[in-house]
T-cell receptor, first 114, second 116 residues
Framework: KAGVTQTPRYLIKTRGQQVTLSCSPISGHRSVSWYQQTPGQGLQFLFEYFSETQRNKGNFPGRFSGRQFSNSRSEMNVSTLELGDSALYLC?????????????FGNGTRLTVT | AQKVTQAQTEISVVEKEDVTLDCVYETRDTTYYLFWYKQPPSGELVFLIRRNSFDEQNEISGRYSWNFQKSTSSFNFTITASQVVDSAVYFCALLTLESSGDKLTFGTGTRLAVRP
């Protein structure tokens, strides 16, 4: 079974631009969540989608948004990029309820904002 | 509020040594789940173990073992006879189930370097 796939692997953007990251979950997984990893803040939860609906949201500004499609694939969008948005963005999928199934993470997208 | 503390930022050991990674958590919930993840240099997070708050049995999986103690709110991870391939950043995480949506909180990670 293929793992969680995130594209692109690396991305370089300039301040003020917007970016869209993509995540394809493991086949059969319906929950997709996104995390931001930075050296200073560690791993922080962005949001979680289940059946095309945002089920949970972390403490990030509205510039960070996402969506999930009917095939469970998810996209994350960041608008008006800031230097501090440079990070590794990780996507994770799980079968249904996070308390009953572990998260499977992708390799991440490393975003650099210049 | 939930909190996970991994006080050890970096640990360096020589191959075949045993090493314990500490994890201390804080939560007021009685039902919660604890996890350990491994992040090798390639970046992805690899699931290692999940433990719920009602199961204090320690677990052993090969060279890995976990010691869950509710009395001290700790969920420590021991690697026996470490190998170079164990070099990675290890994250402890706490999942709590809330009416507003479950919340997964990660520790800041412990970077383990195993030298040959």
């Amino acid at each position: 079974k293929a793992g969680v796939t995130q594209t692109p692997r690396y991305l370089i953007k300039t301040r003020g631009q917007q970016v869209t990251l993509s995540c394809s979950p493991i086949s059969g997984h319906r929950s997709v969540s996104w995390y931001q990893q930075t050296p200073g803040q560690g791993l922080q939860f962005l949001f979680e989608y289940f059946s095309e609906t945002q089920r949970n949201k972390g403490n990030f500004p509205g510039r960070f948004s996402g969506r999930q499609f009917s095939n469970s694939r998810s996209e994350m969008n960041v608008s008006t990029l800031e230097l501090g948005d440079s990070a590794l963005y990780l996507c994770a999928s799980s079968l249904e309820d996070r308390d009953n199934s572990p998260l499977h993470f992708g390799n991440g997208t490393r975003l650099t904002v210049t | 509020a939930q909190k996970v503390t991994q006080a050890q930022t970096e640990i360096s050991v020589v191959e075949k040594e045993d090493v314990t990674l500490d994890c201390v958590y804080e939560t007021r919930d009685t039902t919660y789940y604890l996890f350990w993840y491994k992040q090798p240099p390639s970046g992805e997070l690899v699931f290692l173990i999940r433990r719920n708050s009602f199961d204090e049995q320690n677990e052993i999986s090969g060279r890995y073992s976990w010691n869950f103690q509710k009395s001290t709110s700790s969920f420590n991870f021991t690697i026996t006879a470490s190998q170079v391939v164990d070099s990675a950043v290890y994250f402890c995480a706490l999942l709590t189930l809330e009416s507003s949506g479950d919340k997964l909180t990660f520790g800041t990670g412990t970077r383990l370097a195993v030298r040959p």
